[in-house]
Structure formats: C-alpha cells, structure tokens
C-alpha cells in the first residue's frame, strides 16, 4: 500500500466543508462508501467507540468479540447468545442515514457499500445486496465452526429461548457462532480484494460513522486517497485518517447524510 501522511496535499475542512461536500457529491457518478457502525446508533444499536460505546461503557464486552474468548469459555458463548436475543428483540430498523444511502442507489450514483456492520440495515433500507459488501459478516446468519453450516439466525435463537443455552450445530455437533468476523478470525479474502478495488476505483469516496480504527479496512481511505479519489469523511468524532479526507463533516448522520443526498438532481 506504501507512501504516507507526508505524502497527502488533500484540502481539508474539518466541520463545517458542508459546500465543498455537496460540490464533491454532485460531480460523482460512481461513489464508493464505507459505513461503520456510527450510521446505525440512531437505529437504537450503540457503536462500540463513540461515547456511548458498548466496550467505552464496559470493556468486558469486548471478549463477546473475539473468538479466542468464544471458543474457550462457554459462559461469554452463553452472553452472547443473550446478547444476541436482545438485539432481534430490539427490532432495529433503518434511519434516515441508511435511507438517504439508499437513496443514493436509486439516483444511480452508488458504486459499492462496503459495511463494517453486520446488522443487515442497508439492505433492509433498499440497498442491492449485490452491491452491499459485508466485511465483517452478518448478524442475521449463524454458522457452525465445525462444518461451516450457515442457517438463519432466527433458527438458532428459537433453540436458545427453547432452553438450550449454546447449541451445537444439529449437523455435526460443533460450535455455533454469529456469521459475524470475530477479533481473530480472518476475512473473506475475495470480500477485502472487492473492498480495495472499489475504493480505488471510484470517483468520490464517502466513510460515515466509523473510527476508522478496525484494520485493515480503514486502509480503504489511503488506497482511495493514494489512487487520487476525493474523500469525505462524515464522523462525530475525528479519525486517524482526517488528513487523507477533502472534507471532513461532523454532524450526526441521520440529519447530515439525507442533507446531503437531497441536493442531488435525479
Ligand atoms: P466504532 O464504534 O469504532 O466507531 C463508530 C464511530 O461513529 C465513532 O467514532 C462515533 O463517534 C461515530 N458516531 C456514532 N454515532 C454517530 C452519528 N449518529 N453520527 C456521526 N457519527 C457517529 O465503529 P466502527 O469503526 O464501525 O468499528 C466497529 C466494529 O464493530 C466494526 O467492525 C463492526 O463490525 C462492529 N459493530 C457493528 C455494529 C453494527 O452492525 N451496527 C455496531 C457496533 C459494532
């Protein structure tokens, strides 16, 4: 990936480069985003950084997420199945942040969503699958660690309300995990090439509602700066990357992106 901060000439307007975001957005046709879980705390789902942060309130919660915990201790594999149960119990649904993405499809100039979040609303919002990448999987699926068996997440939660606190895989007896990418698990690697790719290849690059601190993904800002596509950056808080960005906007998302999306023609 090579070169560095030193490097960069990028223009930027940290909070208030609202104007030059909406110069940016209206001559680009193919916009390449990376979305983090900032996007959806106006769904009701806390991020895990920001001030309200599930691991910012409790760092303990952190172990749920990672699989050397998982595997090893079946009381957090326990923990997170409750977990789980409360969050389909929930029932998030889109914001007007996801929507306005949404929206940014249907107007023909979204090339690629790539997500970090595995909540599934950009798709529930309207998003094409074909174009949303999940790069750290979904909530929505289990799979088994054994033999790789995915089924609906909604199988496996009736199961645990049913009594069985950790099921095992009914096909071969293993362990059952959310389809999500756990710390210490690997990603997709054909997901990650279509990440970068899409990064470089883009005419303006769009990261909302991410710290940009979960490697390597964050690195998709540098390859999209690096191949010489606009960056914007909408975040509340300021990220490693902000030097790489043209413009860096920190209202909240649910107003800021259907702001931005509105000013565009059809
Ligand atoms: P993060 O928690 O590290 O950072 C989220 C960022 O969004 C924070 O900097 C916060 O200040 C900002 N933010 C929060 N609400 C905002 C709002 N309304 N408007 C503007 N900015 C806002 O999230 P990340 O960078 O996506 O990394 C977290 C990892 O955790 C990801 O890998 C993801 O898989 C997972 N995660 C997913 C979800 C989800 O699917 N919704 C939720 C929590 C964590």
Known sequence: ????????????????????AVELLAGAERISVLAGAGISTDSGIPD???????????????????????????????????????????????????EALAELER??????????????????????????????GTLREVICLGCDERRPMAYAIQRVKAGEDDPPC?????MLKSATVSFGQSLDPDDLASAFAAAADCDLF?????????????????????AGVPVVICNAEPT????FADVVLEDPLSDLLPRLVSTLGE
Not at 2 to 15: F, S, Y
Not at 240 to 243: G, T
Request: charged content about 25%; overall charge negative.
């Open 48 to 98: 895990f950084r920001g001030p309200n942060g599930v691991w910012t309130r409790d760092p303990e919660a952190e172990k749920t997420s990672d699989i050397g915990y998982y595997v090893s201790d079946p009381e957090i594999r326990r923990r997170a199945w409750q977990g789980r149960i409360a969050w389909f119990e929930a029932e998030p649904r889109p914001n007007p942040g996801h």
């Open 170 to 174: 009914e096909s071969c007896g293993g």
């Open 240 to 243: 490693p990357y902000d030097h």
């Open 206 to 226: 769009l990261a909302v509602g991410t710290s940009l601190t979960v490697y390597p993904i964050a690195e998709t800002v540098r390859v999209a700066a690096e």
């Open 1 to 20: 990936m090579g070169g560095g901060a030193a490097e960069v000439t990028w223009r930027i307007v940290v909070g208030s480069g609202e104007a030059t």
């Open 107 to 136: 107007r023909g100039r979204l090339r690629t969503l790539i997500t970090q979040n595995i909540d599934g609303l950009h798709v529930a919002a309207g998003n094409d699958p074909a174009r949303v990448i999940e790069v750290h």
